[in-house]
T-cell receptor, first 111, second 114 residues
Framework: AQKITQTQPGMFVQEKEAVTLDCTYD???????LFWYKQPSSGEMIFLIY??????QNATEGRYSLNFQKARKSANLVISASQLGDSAMYFC????????FGAGTRLFVKA | DGGITQSPKYLFRKEGQNVTLSCEQN?????MYWYRQDPGQGLRLIYY???????QKGDIAEGYSVSREKKESFPLTVTSAQKNPTAFYLC?????????????FGDGTRLSIL
């Protein structure tokens, strides 16, 4: 069975510093996609970054990068130079034909 | 601008009542999804549809029903059989149902019991 685990319920980071949000997954499929979404307090889900299971290089999108370690089945999100607007819930997700989501990590950025 | 529109933003249901949540997309996406989110938790899949006139149950379909008569529309009905409907409901779409397609989400509907 597929499973996504986010072990950090909450994280604090100082503004302008980098932060890593952890995500581990479990699947027996060789082909899958890994995603990170941001959910501000207003509720909408915003797609941040995607990593394919066969991609050799880690994905990057602006200040977001995905640290993909396939052998360890981890897909951690790194946010560089944190901003106050980064305070939100962050969800890791894995997709084959259906998408499953982790429980999320709430990030607080301190001024 | 293309996107997904969910309505209403807030909805209240009386005991024994069915209510319908609207979801419309103008992204020309084939796949659409309904998720339920309870406080402090992740998203759980209720129903999904890969193409018009076809849909499948997700992980928590009991007490819910859907239709997909048009590509743009995927309404969700919360029936009286759903005994604990209070939650945040999110509709999403993707170009196709594949592992490399990100999902685009609406702003959600908050459903409460009166």
């Amino acid at each position: 069975a597929q499973k996504i685990t986010q072990t950090q319920p909450g994280m604090f980071v100082q503004e302008k510093e980098a932060v890593t949000l952890d995500c581990t997954y479990d699947t027996s499929d060789p082909s899958y996609g890994l995603f990170w979404y941001k959910q501000p307090s207003s509720g909408e889900m915003i797609f941040l970054i995607y990593q394919g299971s066969y991609d050799q290089q880690n994905a990057t999108e602006g200040r977001y990068s995905l640290n993909f370690q396939k052998a360890r089945k981890s897909a951690n999100l790194v946010i560089s130079a944190s901003q106050l607007g980064d305070s939100a819930m962050y969800f890791c997700a894995m997709a084959r034909f259906k998408t499953i989501f982790g429980a999320g990590t709430r990030l607080f950025v301190k001024a | 601008d293309g996107g997904i529109t969910q309505s209403p933003k807030y909805l209240f249901r009386k005991e024994g009542q069915n209510v319908t949540l609207s979801c419309e997309q103008n992204l020309n996406h084939d796949a659409m999804y309904w998720y339920r989110q309870d406080p402090g938790q992740g998203l759980r899949l209720i129903y999904y549809s890969q193409i018009v006139n076809d849909f499948q149950k997700g992980d928590i379909a009991e007490g819910y029903s859907v239709s997909r008569e048009k590509k743009e529309s995927f309404p969700l009905t919360v029936t009286s059989a759903q005994k604990n409907p209070t939650a945040f409901y999110l509709c999403a779409s993707s170009r196709e149902q594949a592992g490399n397609q990100p999902q685009h989400f609406g702003d959600g509907t908050r459903l409460s019991i009166l």
